[in-house]
């Protein structure tokens, strides 16, 4: 079957409408620094076994030659509870501007993830001014229960990737019966586990290689731009009245 010819096509606006093409996904000069990546964890415990995960996960990343940090949610208010300049607020979406991709790991509470990491998240907006904090970067998703192994935080967790237009990888970990897989020093012991979290690390940041240098273009709409162009119309017109 032939591509069929714009002309066919009256409703389209033929000036904002683009043909994706390799050229326009390829970056002829990629970026040479680590990939940066945010880790966000969902408990306050003093043991944490959301917090040791995301600490190993942090490990394996540098060990990649990934450049990381991990945001501590002690303190952080409700969303709304507080105004958005609040010092943690502030600190999180300076870190998540900074950052290129992330990682956020929950313990499942309830068949679902807890409400410190999604706190965290719904302190993002999908955009600030100009800047979106969230969109075009990459995400890899992971969870720790105290029983069987359950996958209801990690699909939460996809669903809002999906929703601050994020690049949720393929793969994910679920850790089961988590106080079983650390010891005493915090460390993941080897295991099954432990194997899966290298696995999602590693795919993680090469999602964010390939993708870092294009992301705004991979998450490029049609209807962003023909909503935007009917913005400025409007504004223009209205000047010139």
């Given at each position: 079957?032939?591509?069929?010819?714009?002309?066919?096509?009256?409703?389209?606006?033929?000036?904002?409408?683009?043909?994706?093409?390799?050229?326009t996904i390829t970056n002829p000069s990629p970026s040479t620094h680590a990939p940066r990546i945010l880790l966000l964890y969902g408990s306050?415990?003093?043991?944490?076994?959301?917090?040791?995960?995301?600490?190993?996960?942090?490990?394996?990343?540098?060990?990649?030659?990934?450049?990381?940090?991990?945001?501590?949610?002690?303190?952080?208010?409700?969303?709304?509870?507080?105004?958005?300049?609040?010092?943690?607020?502030?600190?999180?979406?300076?870190?998540?501007?900074?950052?290129?991709?992330?990682?956020?790991?929950?313990?499942?509470?309830?068949?679902?993830?807890?409400?410190?990491?999604?706190?965290?998240?719904?302190?993002?907006?999908?955009?600030?001014?100009?800047?979106?904090?969230?969109?075009?970067?990459?995400?890899?998703?992971?969870?720790?229960?105290?029983?069987?192994?359950?996958?209801?935080?990690?699909?939460?967790?996809?669903?809002?990737?999906?929703?601050?237009r994020m690049i949720t990888i393929p793969n994910q970990s679920s850790v089961p019966k988590a106080f079983?897989?650390?010891?005493?020093?915090?460390?993941?012991?080897?295991?099954?586990?432990?194997?899966?979290?290298?696995?999602?690390?590693?795919?993680?940041?090469?999602?964010?290689?390939?993708?870092?240098?294009?992301?705004?273009?991979?998450?490029?709409?049609?209807?962003?731009?023909?909503?935007?162009?009917?913005?400025?119309?409007?504004?223009?017109?209205?000047?010139?009245?």
């Amino acid at each position: 079957m032939q591509n069929a010819s714009t002309a066919d096509m009256p409703n389209l606006a033929h000036d904002l409408f683009i043909v994706p093409n390799q050229q326009t996904i390829t970056n002829p000069s990629p970026s040479t620094h680590a990939p940066r990546i945010l880790l966000l964890y969902g408990s306050l415990r003093e043991r944490s076994f959301s917090r040791l995960l995301t600490e190993e996960a942090a490990r394996l990343l540098q060990a990649m030659g990934a450049e990381t940090q991990i945001y501590n949610p002690t303190g952080l208010p409700q969303p709304d509870a507080e105004p958005d300049d609040h010092p943690k607020v502030q600190e999180l979406r300076s870190l998540a501007a900074w950052a290129e991709g992330m990682v956020w790991t929950s313990p499942e509470r309830h068949g679902a993830m807890t409400g410190i990491l999604k706190s965290q998240i719904d302190w993002l907006p999908l955009s600030l001014g100009a800047v979106r904090p969230t969109q075009g970067k990459t995400l890899a998703v992971m969870e720790v229960s105290g029983g069987s192994q359950s996958f209801n935080a990690v699909n939460q967790m996809r669903i809002l990737g999906r929703w601050m237009r994020m690049i949720t990888i393929p793969n994910q970990s679920s850790v089961p019966k988590a106080f079983l897989e650390f010891d005493e020093a915090g460390r993941m012991k080897p295991s099954s586990c432990y194997d899966r979290v290298v696995d999602v690390m590693e795919e993680l940041v090469k999602f964010t290689l390939l993708t870092r240098d294009v992301s705004a273009h991979l998450v490029d709409r049609y209807s962003e731009r023909k909503e935007s162009a009917e913005a400025l119309s409007k504004r223009v017109n209205q000047r010139a009245i």
